[in-house]
Nanobody, 122 residues
Framework: HVQLVESGGGSVRPGGSLTLSCAASGDTFDANCLGWFRQAPGKEREGVAA????????YYGDAVKGRFTISRDNAGNKLSLQMTSLQPEDSALYVC????????????????WGQGTQVTVS
């Protein structure tokens, strides 16, 4: 059983910063992509950021380019998402996934998902 647990969500004021973490209990950082997706009420599920475990290539959704940074810590089995210049439209449930092959292309094809962490910008 591979478990992903997100943390770091919460409330932040516009313009603020927040860093999300996703801790993995299994061997999920050695293959394919790790990614962050978000779901806001009334909106489609949106790809936020993804990183390939081989070469550390990164991908970002247009809405977050220049503001969010995805990174991984293999030693700590952790995926992170640094978010800056947060705006109300960034409010969503942020979910991390592991072992994907499509990056941010829909539909999400990650084999493992966490339960998500809520980010509210207001």
């Amino acid at each position: 059983h591979v478990q992903l647990v997100e943390s770091g969500g919460g409330s932040v004021r516009p313009g603020g910063s927040l860093t999300l973490s996703c801790a993995a209990s299994g061997d999920t950082f050695d293959a394919n992509c790790l990614g962050w997706f978000r779901q806001a009420p009334g909106k489609e599920r949106e790809g936020v950021a993804a990183i390939h475990t081989a070469g550390s290539s990164t991908y970002y959704g247009d809405a977050v380019k220049g503001r969010f940074t995805i990174s991984r810590d293999n030693a700590g089995n952790k995926l992170s998402l640094q978010m800056t210049s947060l705006q109300p439209e960034d409010s969503a449930l942020y979910v991390c996934g592991a072992d994907g092959i499509r990056g941010l292309r829909p539909p999400p094809d990650y084999n493992y998902w966490g339960q998500g962490t809520q980010v509210t910008v207001s």
